[in-house]
């Protein structure tokens, strides 16, 4: 059995094993393996995000939380990289950081096969991708598109003219090279579009958002969709 498909059906076993758990000793007796490798793969699919828990001592073993699943492992060399190329050409991106680390956690459990041609392919390939907002200011916007809170932008017009505003966030759209916050403006009392290389300063606030929707926004940038696109549906 190859190490990716091993992964595969060691989560599986993880998962029906249920409250109870299972031994490092049986796992390595049902898959053949020493339990040094049984451990091996147990910390890889931990490093990929799976919430593995143990329990030491007489009776003790590993098990997987109830309803968890795992990132997708099952990728090509191709596949791998053409993630790898996503996420560093779009470092400016919402959740760019989260997406590199979800990318280089899927590529750590790859099988070293399909790991090393996957790591050669993507040194054949160069993108030019140079952050245009703090990290800190980029931090602050996507806590607060994520807890729906309302956050305190320092915003620089293109005219020079800053200002200070209460923003409930509604969602980021990207429209000519640039990244933009859209959101409700409580100085404007509108719907406002804020390019984010324009934020100086964001800080989420404890304030919740009042809900407003996407419907609100209007009509997209041509050629716009959602990040999950029609293939996904």
Not at 8 to 23: C, D, F, K, M, N
Not at 166 to 187: K, M, Q, T
């Amino acid at each position: 059995m190859k190490r990716v498909e091993r992964l595969h059906a060691l989560t599986e076993t993880l998962r029906r094993s249920g409250s109870r758990g299972v031994s490092a000793e049986r796992l390595a007796r049902e898959f053949e393996v020493s339990v040094r490798t049984v451990k091996r793969d147990l910390d890889a699919l931990e490093r990929s995000g799976a919430p593995i828990w143990s329990r030491p001592g007489p009776g003790g073993g590993y098990g997987l939380a109830a309803g968890s699943s795992l990132p997708p492992i099952s990728l090509s060399p191709s596949q791998a990289v053409a993630l790898m190329a996503a996420v560093a050409a779009a470092p400016d991106a919402p959740y760019a950081d989260l997406a590199s680390a979800a990318v280089r956690k899927i590529v750590d459990v790859l099988d070293p096969r399909t790991r090393e041609r996957a790591v050669d392919l993507a040194g054949r390939v160069w993108v030019e991708g140079s952050p245009g907002a703090s990290r800190i200011v980029r931090s602050a916007l996507e806590q607060a598109m994520l807890e729906q809170r309302v956050v305190r932008i320092r915003y620089v017009a293109q005219d020079g003219a800053t200002t200070t505003r209460d923003v409930e966030p509604v969602l980021f759209a990207s429209n000519g090279g640039r990244w933009y916050l859209i959101g409700w403006c409580r100085l404007r009392d509108a719907m406002r579009w804020f390019a984010v290389h324009r934020i100086e300063r964001a800080h989420v606030t404890a304030a919740e958002c009042a809900g407003h929707t996407v419907a609100e926004v209007g009509e997209s940038p041509e050629h716009a969709r959602p990040v999950h696109g029609s293939r996904m549906t």
